[in-house]
C-alpha cells in the first residue's frame, strides 16, 4: 500500500464531490438544520436543549455520513468506475482508505460547521473546549463513513444500502441513550448497548458538554475510532470489483 495511490484516490473522490453540489449541501448543510430543528422545536422548554443538544450532535452527521458514503460508493461501483480501477496497481486497502480519507475531510468540515451553528445559532451549553467537541464529532462522522463503507461492500443497489439502516443505524439510535439512560435499560439491552459505538459517541459528546476530562472523554472517543478501523478493514477485505 502506498501512500500516491490512496491520496490520488481521496483527491478524485473529492474532485467528484465538488460537481455533486446536493451531496455536499446534504453533507455540510443538513446536519445544522436538523440541529436547528431540533433547538426550535424545544425552545419553549428551558434546559431540554442543552440536556439533549450533545447526543443530537453524535447522531445527525453520522447518519448523514452513513447514506452519502454507501450510496456515493456503490454508485460507483454499478457504473464500473470501480471495475477500472481494479484493472489499474490499486489494491482494495488504498481504495478504502482513500475513500475515506476524502469523506473524512468532508466530515471534519461538516464538524465545523455543525458545531458552530449549535453553539453560536443554537445556544448550545458546553463546559468543555469547543475542539473537543468538534473532535468528537469528526470522529462520529468518520465512524457513519466507515460503516457506510462498510455497507456498500454488501450492497447490490442503492436501495439495498438504505435498507442497511435498520439493521446498523436505528438500533444504536434507539439503544444510545439518547431516549432513555443506558443503566436503566433492560440488562439484556444495555449490554447490547454497550457494544454499540453509536452509545460511546454519545458518551464521548456527553462528557465535553459537561466539561469531563481524561478518561471519561477519550475512553468512549477510543472505542469509537476502534469501530472506525475495524470498519475499514472489514471494508476493505469484502470489497468486491463489481456489482452482480
Known amino acids: 500500500m502506498t501512500a500516491s495511490r490512496t491520496l490520488a484516490t481521496a483527491g478524485r473522490v473529492l474532485r467528484q464531490l465538488g460537481h455533486d453540489h446536493r451531496s455536499v449541501a446534504l453533507m455540510l448543510v443538513a446536519p445544522s438544520l436538523l440541529v436547528g430543528l431540533f433547538a426550535w422545536l424545544f425552545v419553549d422548554q428551558p434546559g431540554v436543549f442543552d440536556r439533549l443538544g450533545g447526543p443530537i450532535l453524535a447522531l445527525f452527521p453520522f447518519v448523514v455520513m452513513f447514506l452519502v458514503t454507501s450510496i456515493t460508493t456503490l454508485r460507483e461501483r454499478r457504473s464500473g468506475t470501480l471495475e477500472r480501477l481494479m484493472t489499474t496497481p490499486l489494491g482494495k486497502a488504498e481504495l478504502i482508505l482513500g475513500y475515506a480519507l476524502a469523506f473524512g475531510v468532508m466530515a471534519a468540515l461538516q464538524a465545523v460547521v455543525t458545531v458552530a451553528f449549535a453553539v453560536g445559532v443554537c445556544g448550545l451549553s458546553v463546559e468543555g473546549p469547543l ?66 459505538p453509536l452509545s460511546h459517541a454519545i458518551d464521548a459528546v456527553a462528557a465535553v458538554v459537561a466539561g469531563d476530562e481524561g478518561w471519561d472523554l477519550y475512553g468512549p472517543l477510543a472505542i469509537v475510532a476502534a469501530f472506525a478501523v475495524a470498519s475499514l478493514v472489514i471494508a476493505s477485505l469484502t470489497l468486491r470489483r463489481r456489482t452482480p
Open 131 to 196: 475542539w473537543q467537541l468538534g473532535l468528537v464529532a469528526v470522529v462520529d462522522a468518520v465512524l457513519g463513513t466507515a460503516l457506510g463503507l462498510l455497507a456498500s461492500a454488501f450492497a447490490r443497489t442503492e436501495f439495498q444500502a438504505v435498507q442497511f439502516m435498520p439493521v446498523l443505524v436505528i438500533p444504536q439510535i434507539l439503544l444510545g441513550g439518547l431516549f432513555m439512560p443506558r443503566h436503566d435499560m433492560p440488562d439484556a439491552l444495555a449490554a447490547l448497548s454497550d457494544v454499540l
